[in-house]
């Protein structure tokens, strides 16, 4: 079989029959991996350059694609010649030599270009003959889309450039009709490139039409200053005197004399040198298509700017690669050369322009004897000479702008492909690149590549354990695969214990003098001395991420004298933005390899009681602004809760945020709190000594935003790890508090023995320690048991203790909370006028905390009761304005309560309609919840409005999967209420189960 490109999308197979390849989308997928030339295409490409928005089903499409390909194949070619295989990151299509159309075009213009450099022009004009023969029209015809246009104008740029040089090998061998009327066509369309219109003017003075060589000139001038604003470059300016002088030098074989080209047409001493200076592009190289189309098409669209191109990212990330990749795919559209300069921008010592300049200097023909001294001059020589050509510049790892500036062309027909550590802002770029690491898959791939695919497909979860150690970055998934494979007897598993440890895992990560380590060693040297230290800070800590206010922590500094820090370390790549949380503030993160290689750095550079102090400052912040957020939510500390850590912010206005919105803060902060949790439990080298106490402090002050959010799974691990940290410094008290948030928890769980057994305990260590006030937060808990499990007597004697204790101990939100649960049981035994009363009370009493949630705790409440006594508006009002407040704070267990509430009372004003949209987004609301009370409550008016609208069915159903869920916790009241509406909904003669 063979494949075209080289006009529409053709195959054909060995007798020359055309093949059918299938719909558009099978042809979308052939293209896409036939101009991968033998690459693996991810399917995220793939699916790129099938569909403007893949769908959901994509990956799914695009194998079944492949499987029909793989048919077609197999009918109409022999496996050697034509072969796709999928490979971890995707599919490659391999062909056998000369099966696709644009490789032998490639080939016969590499021929061409080598017998044209050896004089051999005849030869050279039949290869350039042969290539432009391939063509049938505009390359990947009928196929539309960003991937196809950049390709499409890619291969007719390669294809314009072989009418240039068969234009060129014509005129050096003489003829006298330079590609007849080929060449003044192409002059008319392609104006930028002022090579046809010299080429077309040689040709005519050397036919002896001098007027019409001159008027070509004259035509060439209008379109390029209509359509670039532009004069002719010196090239064409050159020529055209020379015409005008009747320079003998013009006419086939005369000597010295002016000349304007750089390829055979023009006079041999005013050929400029063409360099080549690009490394070869690494042979290994994944999943980078879609930014390597981008590069193509922001260099190679020729316009009347000098187009520039940025590749960033962090050391290791692949930008190097990107670019050469993009360059070599770029230089047929550059015939006049490719330069390429290492500026060394990430060490200490960066590359003077000036000596740059010197060597593209005699890159370009210049004697070393005749180069200018200055980095000025040099750089208007350097400008001059590339007027007029169509030079490509690659200049890698630049350090900033002003490194930069004397490097850039100055006429139109260049480009300039950067790439940089830093985010360099200084310069206009057509493209700004970030490079991030690889997925997965590709991560995969290219550990397959370099190990070998069987190696790495017998040990999936090694590879991508070891992928995901090497943190998908290049470099390091580059020399870890060397590794492999220069050690066949050594295992992935192997690897994979040696990398664990963080301690060893830059060491390893290091082979034949190539590592990690390194290029994060020049990066980290260019800092200044207080980025450095930042740096090394952070690497402390194991939150994942963190915002601004941690920074000021590590350095103790106030709010915003630590953003230059930032910055900088944001620029260099070392440290990455990840977008602002819900309070507002920007969060940043360290890759696992900078984490690793900062921690070596300190652990050199910083004393023990230098990271112990970091570690402590932070700890104590943390704190800090958990009780500014706690008072912020509730009007109060923790009760019981003594400050074994003692306040502390670098700043005040830190606070601002866990003041203003303390639920939205912490919810912000939630990973980072769990992780700080869990790091200040120990064991560490580097922990304070007052870590445990900020431990258990840290895990009792922040449960609140579990306990809103319904997150109950991670709820308890910190409520356990916290409780560890208080037994293991011996901190009864401590203990005695996390007893109660863990019995909180499992409550919350419906695991009341465990519950019960627990509150018992901290309760008792409470009164142990003489402190009425702790026992009373234990004892309110105990007493939402007791009426959950049938004994509201023992409830309310608690509850009027408790309201004592907390009143005594000058304690308004612990006050208000046990009021409201002697509310609660007056409701429940029918006292209405008597429970609005106590509701009312304990609502004057939340009021003295100035926070709004125990208020709205109450509204709920008093809602409750005035629906319950015919007063419907009040009800209404109440219960629509806790459910905007919960509904803001995202409290699942909240808006059901809210939504029965307003479903009540829509039932009992006759809109059934309304009513049912309330209750059936309760029971939602209790489900998502996954409190098993809070959804038992919304199934009880749900099923009673279902019935009420005529079905039975549902109602029952409904019913019955409450009442199981109730038995199974032992909730006797509430499985009361629900057999008595069960037994009331159903028909005569029969009763609940």
Partial sequence: MEFGILGPLLVWDAAGRAVPVGGPRDRRVLAALLLAEGRTVGLARLAAAVWADPPVTAREQLLNVAAGLRRTFAVHAAEETVRMVRQDAGLQLSLGPGRLDRSRF???????????????????????????????????????????????????????????????????????????????????????????????????YRAGRRPEALAVFSRARQALAEQAGLDPGPGLVRLHRAVLADDPALLPGAGAGAGAGTGPGAPAPAVLPVPSQLPPAPAVFVDREVELAELVRALGTPSGTVPSALVTGQPGVGKTALALHAAHRLSPAFPDGRLFADLRGAGAGPARPGEVLGGFLRALGVDGRSLPTGTAERAAAYRTLLAGRRVLVVLDNAADEAQLAPLLPGTPGCAVLVTSRRRLTGQDHRLVLPLGVLDEPAALALLARVAGHPRIAGAPGDARRLAGLCGHLPLALRVTAAKLAAHPHRSLADLVARLTDERDRLEELSHGGVGVRAGLSLSYRALPAPARTLLRGLALLDAPDSAAWTAAAVLDRPAGATDRQLDLLVGDHLLEPVGRDPAG????????????????????????????????????????????????????????????????????????????????????????????????????????????????????TGEYVFDLRSDLDGWRPVQEVGLAAARACGDRVGVAVLLVGLGRQLATHEQWRRARDTLDLAERIFRELGDPHGAAYASWVLSYLDRMQGRPAEALRRCRRDAAAF??????????????????????????????????????VAGRTGAEWPRICLVRWIAEAEHRAGQLAEAQAGFAEVLAHTDALGDLAGQSGARIGLGRVALDRGDRTAALEHLRAAAELGRRSRHTVVSALAALPLAEALAASGDRTGAEALLAEAADACRRMGTRPLLARIDALRDALAPAGAGSA
């Fill in 106 to 204: 490639s080939a016969l213009l590499a021929r061409a270009g080598r017998e044209s450099a050896d004089g051999r022009y005849a030869l050279a004009a039949d290869q350039l003959r042969e290539a432009l023969a391939l063509w049938r029209g505009p390359a990947l015809g009928g196929l539309d889309g960003p991937v196809f246009r950049a390709e499409a104008a890619v291969l007719e740029e390669q294809r314009l450039d072989c009418l240039e040089q068969l234009a060129e090998v014509e005129a050096a061998l003489g003829l006298p009709n330079v590609l007849g009327g080929e060449l003044a066509r192409l002059a008319v369309e392609h104006p930028l490139r002022e090579r046809f219109a010299e080429l077309q003017l040689l040709a005519l």
């Fill in 585 to 700: 503030q920007t969060r940043y993160r360290l890759h696992d390899l900078v984490r690793a290689f900062a921690r070596e750095r300190a652990a050199v550079e910083d004393p023990p009681e230098q990271r112990a102090a970091v570690l402590d400052r932070v700890l104590r912040c943390w704190v800090t602004l958990a009780r500014a957020g706690r008072r912020a939510h509730q009007g109060a500390d923790y009760p019981g809760l003594p400050h074994r850590t003692p306040d502390w912010l670098p700043d005040d206005t830190l606070a601002g945020p866990a003041r203003t919105d303390p639920v939205g803060w912490l919810r912000a902060e939630q990973e980072a709190l769990v992780a700080t949790v869990r790091q200040a439990a120990g064991p560490g080298p580097d922990l304070p000594s007052g870590a445990a106490a900020a431990c258990w402090e840290l895990a009792a």
């Fill in 807 to 844: 009143r005594a101990a000058g304690e308004a939100y612990g006050e208000a909370q046990a009021l409201r649960g002697i509310g609660q049981l007056l409701l429940a035994e029918g006292r209405t006028e008597q429970a609005l009363d106590v509701l009312r009370e304990a609502l004057a």
